[in-house]
C-alpha cells in the first residue's frame, strides 16, 4: 500500500469516526430536546404528604414546558423556567387516600398509593439512625408491625461538598418485612401518632451515624457566626493538606491488616472487637464536613411538606473542644432549616440519655451534661421541645436499645404541643431558683400532677457554696418546688442536679417524665 493510499485509509477512518459522533450527538440531542418530565426521588410510589398544608410539588423539564399536576382532585399547572425547573403547589388536603399524583408535560408520571396524613423529618446520628431490628424486643415488634399507614422514606447516605437537587430513597410501607430497616426512634414516634390521631404518617429518616451537627446545616447559616472559625479550624487545616488517593489507601489497608490481627486475638479472648478502620476520604468530602451532609441529604428535600422534626444527636459533639457551642450550633440549624422551608415548623430533640460509669461522686466532670445544659438552653426557641432520656440510656452501649421509650417521650411532646391533646409534654424543667438562708429553693414547670421521687427518696441533687466545692445535698419537694441543703455548706451558692455522664437522679412529674439535667452556676 502507497503512502498516499495509507493516508487516504485513515483520514476516511477519522471522518467515520467523525461522522458517527456527529450521529450520536445529534440523537442526543434530539433526547435532550424532548426530555421527560421529572421528579425528585421523594415524590414516589407510597409517599405520604402533609394534610391541611400547601403541598410543594417540583420537578425538571424542558425550558417552556408546559407542567400539569393532579392529586386527590385537585389539578395546578405551571411552565418551566429557562433552567428547566417548575415548582407549583396543590391547595391543603384532607387525611387519607389512597389517591393517585399524575405529572403531565411531553411525557405523563403516574405515582400510586399516595396518602395524605402527617409527615415528620427525622434527623441525627446514629440513635436516629439505628433501625428497629436492634431495638428492644423486636420479634415481638416485627409481628405487631402491620401498619400499612406508617410509611418511611429512608434518604440516601450522601455526602456532598455542594447542595444537591436530588437525593436517592424510596418509601417503604410498614409491615413485619420492612419495619426492622425503619428507623427505630422515628417508627415508635410515628406509631403513637398513628395509634392517637388516627391518621396517615409519613417519615422522612434523614440521619448518618457518628456525624456532626455543624455537618447537617448550611454553610451560609454557619459562616455568619462569629464563633464559626472555631467550629472549622480542623477542617480549614485538613482541607489545605495535600490529598494523595494512593498514600492514603496504603496507610488504610496497613491500618485494616493491623485490624484484622487485634479483632482475631478480641474474637478468640472473647472481648469486644474493636472498630474497624474507616476507608480514606479527601477532607472535603467527609461526612462530617461542615454543611456536607445539608448539602446531600437535606437540601434534595427543601421544601416537601411537613408537620415538623425530630432530631437525636449530640454524641459526635460531646467529645470536640466547642462542645460549649453546641446550644448556637442547634439553634442555627433549626433557624436554617425553618428558613429554607418557610415557615417556623414545630422542632423537638432528644436530650443525650445516661452513658458511661454510674456516677460516684457529687462533682464528675462530665460533657455530657454540658451538651444536655446546652438542649436545655436552647427550649429559649419558639416552637421547640426536648423528650429528656434519663432511665433509657445503657451505661455501656452508647445506642441504648430502648427507642420505644424515646419515640413516646418525643410523642407526648408532638400530641400535647403541636395537636393539642390533653397530657404533659415535657419532664419538669427548672424555672429559677432563690437563696434563703441556708437553703436554695428551686422551681419547677412541667410540675402537673406534681413533682414526686422516683423510689420515694429525692436523689441526685448537690449543693456548693462559693468555694465551689460541691457535695451530696438534702432535697425536699414541696409542689412544685424542691428545697435543697446541706449542713457542710451554711451559705449555698449553687445547686446541680443529675450533673454527670450517667447520673443519679429522681425527680419526675405526676406523669412519670423524668426532670431534665441542670445547673444554676456557670462555673
Not at 426492622?180 to 410515628?190: C, E, I, L, Q, V
Not at 411538606?305 to 459526635?316: D, N, P, S, T
Not at 457554696?465 to 451530696?472: A, I, L, Q, T
Request: hydrophobic share 40%; with cysteine; glycine share 8%.
Amino acid at each position: 500500500m502507497t503512502d498516499q493510499a495509507a493516508v487516504s485509509k485513515d483520514e476516511n477512518r477519522r471522518l467515520f469516526r467523525k461522522g458517527v459522533l456527529a450521529v450520536a450527538l445529534l440523537a442526543w440531542g434530539a433526547v435532550a430536546a424532548q426530555a421527560d418530565v421529572k421528579l425528585p426521588a421523594i415524590f414516589s410510589e407510597h409517599m405520604v404528604v402533609q394534610a391541611e398544608a400547601e403541598v410543594p410539588v417540583w420537578g425538571w423539564a424542558d425550558a417552556g414546558e408546559e407542567i400539569t399536576v393532579s392529586l386527590a382532585g385537585q389539578t395546578q399547572s405551571t411552565v418551566a423556567g429557562a433552567d428547566g425547573k417548575w415548582k407549583l403547589s396543590i391547595g391543603k388536603l384532607k387525611d387519607g387516600g389512597p389517591h393517585t399524583l399524575v405529572v403531565k408535560g411531553k411525557n405523563t408520571l403516574t405515582v400510586n398509593d399516595v396518602l395524605v396524613g402527617e409527615v415528620w423529618l427525622a434527623s441525627g446520628q446514629s440513635n436516629m439512625a439505628m433501625t428497629v431490628d436492634g431495638a428492644l424486643n423486636f420479634e415481638q415488634e416485627k409481628a405487631a408491625a402491620n401498619l400499612p399507614q406508617v410509611r418511611m422514606f429512608n434518604v440516601g447516605r450522601s455526602p456532598r461538598p455542594q447542595p444537591q437537587a436530588d437525593c436517592q430513597g424510596t418509601w417503604l410501607v410498614c409491615d413485619a418485612s420492612t419495619v426492622g430497616k425503619f428507623s427505630a426512634a422515628a417508627y415508635f414516634f410515628g406509631r403513637e401518632l398513628h395509634r392517637e390521631l388516627k391518621t396517615p404518617v409519613g417519615l422522612v429518616n434523614s440521619s448518618y451515624g457518628g456525624t456532626a451537627i455543624e455537618a447537617w446545616t448550611s454553610l451560609d447559616a454557619q459562616t455568619r457566626l462569629p464563633e464559626y472559625a472555631t467550629i472549622s479550624e480542623s477542617w480549614v487545616k485538613s482541607d489545605a493538606e495535600p490529598w494523595d488517593p494512593a498514600t492514603a489507601e496504603k496507610d488504610y489497608q496497613t491500618r485494616l491488616a493491623q485490624w484484622k490481627k487485634v479483632a482475631q486475638q478480641a474474637r478468640a479472648a472473647g472481648k469486644p472487637v474493636p472498630r474497624a478502620p474507616r476507608k480514606p476520604v479527601q477532607s472535603i468530602l467527609n461526612q462530617n464536613h461542615p454543611a456536607n451532609l445539608f448539602n446531600g441529604m437535606i437540601a434534595p428535600i427543601v421544601p416537601y411538606a411537613m408537620r415538623g422534626a425530630i432530631w437525636y444527636q449530640g454524641e459526635g459533639n460531646s467529645t470536640k473542644p466547642f462542645a460549649n457551642l453546641y446550644g448556637l450550633q442547634l439553634k442555627t440549624l433549626i433557624q436554617d432549616w425553618r428558613t429554607r422551608w418557610g415557615y417556623d415548623f414545630p422542632f423537638a430533640w432528644v436530650q443525650l440519655p445516661d452513658f458511661r460509669r454510674p456516677q460516684q461522686a457529687p462533682a464528675e466532670p462530665s460533657t455530657w451534661a454540658v451538651v444536655r445544659e446546652q438542649m436545655l438552653e436552647t427550649l429559649a426557641v419558639p416552637n421547640t421541645g426536648m423528650a429528656i432520656a434519663l432511665g433509657l440510656g445503657e451505661a455501656g452501649d452508647i445506642h441504648p436499645r430502648n427507642k420505644q421509650g424515646v419515640g413516646q417521650r418525643l410523642a407526648q411532646w408532638a400530641l400535647a404541643t403541636v395537636y393539642d391533646r390533653t397530657g404533659e409534654s415535657s419532664g419538669p424543667l427548672p424555672a429559677g431558683h432563690k437563696i434563703i438562708g441556708r437553703e436554695i429553693v428551686v422551681s419547677f414547670t412541667h410540675a402537673d400532677g406534681g413533682l414526686v421521687a422516683k423510689d420515694g427518696e429525692v436523689r441526685g441533687f448537690t449543693i456548693a457554696g462559693s468555694d465551689k466545692k460541691f457535695v451530696w445535698a438534702n432535697a425536699l419537694i414541696e409542689g412544685d418546688k424542691v428545697i435543697v441543703s446541706s449542713p457542710d455548706v451554711p451559705q449555698p451558692a449553687a445547686v446541680r442536679y443529675a450533673w454527670a455522664d450517667n447520673p443519679i437522679w429522681s425527680l419526675q412529674n405526676g406523669a412519670g417524665l423524668p426532670a431534665s439535667p441542670f445547673r444554676t452556676d456557670d462555673w
